[in-house]
């Protein structure tokens, strides 16, 4: 059973658009929540992250927002740029430090 | 910035054999994991291990063993390797007691088996 599960696997959208990307959870005891970007062949880097107690955290173009009455995280890109095609792969914190990934989003940004 | 080395970006290997997959780190961090990525199915959790000598199963550790001797290195052994352990396996660290900080993932190793 899927406790983080990324319900899109592809994303299409044009250069200089918004491209938001959705994650749902089951467990409310996740305290923390992450987002990695992932090009072929290398591994996921850290892109942005925010902890249960808030509702959105934002770093230049990437915003994350929580909502934990729904259970559900966005990641909003703005504007999207070329360079944002990738992987990208919601996790979430549990007990013990271990993070449980969702299936990953395929994002391609058309020139 | 941190480094998270695995020995292989390649690695093809026959049904049976007794495989190892080598991680090292160099930011001096308490946790290291192994996990697997598969497609459609994200990143799974193998082992991990909080500190030397110490390790924890994590949500698919059957058929894989792990071993860390030295804080910077993590090792995953796959005992008798079959073709359903071929997949993308995939290294990563983090401090253990400072707050919310993120695991750094290794480039990762194809492994192939036939």
């Known amino acids: 059973d899927q406790q983080v599960k990324q319900n899109s696997p592809s994303l299409s959208v044009q250069e200089g658009r918004i491209s938001i990307l959705n994650c749902d959870y089951t467990?409310?005891?996740?305290?923390?929540f992450l987002w990695y970007k992932k090009y072929p062949a290398e591994g996921p880097t850290f892109l942005i992250s925010i902890s249960s107690i808030k509702d959105k955290n934002e770093d230049g173009r990437f915003t994350v927002f929580l909502n934990k009455s729904a259970k559900h995280l966005s990641l909003h890109i703005v504007p999207s740029q070329p360079g944002d095609s990738a992987v990208y792969f919601c996790?979430?914190?549990?007990?013990?430090?271990?993070?449980?990934f969702g299936g990953g989003t395929r994002v391609l940004v058309k020139p | 910035d941190v480094k998270v080395t695995q020995s292989s970006r390649y690695l093809v290997k026959r049904t049976g054999e007794k495989v190892f997959l080598e991680c090292v780190q160099d930011m001096d961090h308490e946790n290291m994991f192994w996990y697997r990525q598969d497609p459609g199915l994200g990143l799974r959790l193998i082992y991990f291990s909080y500190d030397v000598k110490m390790k924890e199963k994590g949500d698919i550790p059957e058929g894989y063993s792990v071993s860390r001797e030295k804080k910077e290195r993590f090792s995953l052994i796959l005992e008798s390797a079959s073709t359903n352990q071929t997949s993308m396996y995939l290294c990563?660290?983090?401090?253990?007691?400072?707050?919310?900080?993120?695991?750094?993932f290794g480039d990762g190793t194809r492994l192939s088996i036939l």
């Open positions: 996790a979430a914190r549990g007990a013990g430090n271990k993070l449980t």
């Open positions: 990563a660290s983090s401090y253990h007691a400072r707050g919310n900080q993120p695991q750094h």
């Open positions: 467990n409310s005891m996740f305290d923390y």
